[in-house]
């Protein structure tokens, strides 16, 4: 059984910041990538930014160069800090892993269960 358990979201106002944390817990052998996604309601899920065990980072379109990535392999934790958002950001962000799970061997994806975060003044 594997868990992914975000915190961080809310509310922030528009230039502010915001660090949305994810943690990965249960029959994890090991992770390959951690990621966001984020969605807003009657649209398609998107990519906001992944990374790879290597340190290899994939940024959405519409969050390069404002939002950053980051990872700590040793606590199966993922971090995505957002600076300066602006209102078109708030969506329901869903952290992404990709691992082997210890019981099957097998690579699956896992995701989180999402957290809210809301950027309005």
């Known amino acids: 059984h594997v868990q992914l358990v975000e915190s961080g979201g809310g509310l922030v106002q528009p230039g502010g910041s915001l660090r949305l944390s994810c943690v990965a817990s249960?029959?994890?052998?090991?992770?390959?990538?951690m990621g966001w996604y984020r969605q807003v309601p009657g649209k398609q899920r998107e990519l906001v930014a992944r990374i790879t065990t290597e340190g290899d980072i994939n940024y959405g379109d519409s969050t390069k160069g404002r939002f950053t990535i980051s990872r700590d392999n040793a606590a199966n934790t993922v971090y995505l800090q957002q600076d300066s958002p602006k209102p078109e950001d708030t969506a329901v962000y869903y952290c992404?892993?990709?691992?082997?799970?210890?019981?099957?061997?097998?690579?699956?994806?896992?995701w989180g269960q999402g957290t809210q975060v809301t950027v309005s003044s």
């Open positions: 249960g029959s994890i052998y090991s992770i390959k990538t």
């Open positions: 992404y892993a990709y691992l082997l799970d210890r019981n099957n061997l097998a690579f699956s994806e896992y």
